[in-house]
T-cell receptor
Framework: DAGVIQSPRHEVTEMGQEVTLRCKPI?????LFWYRQTMMRGLELLIY????????DSGMPEDRFSAKMPNASFSTLKIQPSEPRDSAVYFC???????????????FGNGTRLTVT | AQKITQTQPGMFVQEKEAVTLDCTYD???????LFWYKQPSSGEMIFLIY??????QNATEGRYSLNFQKARKSANLVISASQLGDSAMYFC???????????FGQGTTLQVKP
């Protein structure tokens, strides 16, 4: 059973460029989360989806960030234009209500390390 | 609003000893879940243990146990018989069962000394 797949693993870009991070959740999972991890701010929830619908995007830093989930097997997080302060590790995670309902754990991808110079 | 707090930025423990990592939370909802994750230096997030707000017994998973004190709103992780491989960052997380939202604490770095 493939886990959550994120791409790319590493991204280095220049300030002002558009960056797109991709995530494929585990098949059958109905929740998808995007988190950002930095030393200063820890693991911040950016946005999450339930059945492909965005439920809470209050953690998205500003209008430069956008996320979509066009179908159950794919999500993107886009930053346009990127800035050096966006440098972080971005994690995607998915979960299902099977077994324990919302007590089922989130399964994380390996993250995308973004560096904006 | 939900809040989750880990007050210990770093902890040391001697190999084979037990260690407790603290986690307190705040929520007005009666229905929620608490999770602990481990993040080794390689960066992956590894699920360790879960406790539901209505669970009567404290959760245990191998060497991990969760000391759940609902009235005090604390969910401390206890690692027994520490091993060198336990050196990692540990995150406490809370899930709101009304919304499905899951947030993390700031994390605690644990170092196990030989």
């Amino acid at each position: 059973d493939a886990g959550v797949i994120q791409s790319p693993r590493h991204e280095v870009t220049e300030m002002g460029q558009e960056v797109t991070l991709r995530c494929k959740p585990i098949s059958g999972h109905d929740y998808l989360f995007w988190y950002r991890q930095t030393m200063m701010r820890g693991l911040e929830l950016l946005i999450y989806f339930n059945n492909n619908v965005p439920i809470d995007d209050s953690g998205m830093p500003e209008d430069r960030f956008s996320a979509k989930m066009p179908n159950a097997s794919f999500s993107t997080l886009k930053i346009q234009p990127s800035e050096p302060r966006d440098s972080a590790v971005y994690f995607c995670a998915s979960s299902t209500r099977r077994d324990r309902g919302l007590g089922s754990p989130l399964h994380f991808g390996n993250g995308t390390r973004l560096t904006v110079t | 609003a939900q809040k989750i707090t880990q007050t210990q930025p770093g902890m040391f423990v001697q190999e084979k000893e037990a260690v407790t990592l603290d986690c307190t939370y705040d929520t007005s909802d009666p229905s929620y879940g608490l999770f602990w994750y481990k993040q080794p230096s390689s960066g992956e997030m590894i699920f360790l243990i879960y406790q539901g707000s209505y669970d009567q017994q404290n959760a245990t998973e191998g060497r991990y146990s969760l000391n759940f004190q609902k009235a005090r709103k604390s969910a401390n992780l206890v690692i027994s018989a520490s091993q060198l491989g336990d050196s990692a960052m540990y995150f406490c997380a809370m899930r709101d069962f009304n919304t499905g939202k899951l947030i993390f604490g700031q994390g605690t770095t644990l170092q196990v000394k030989p």
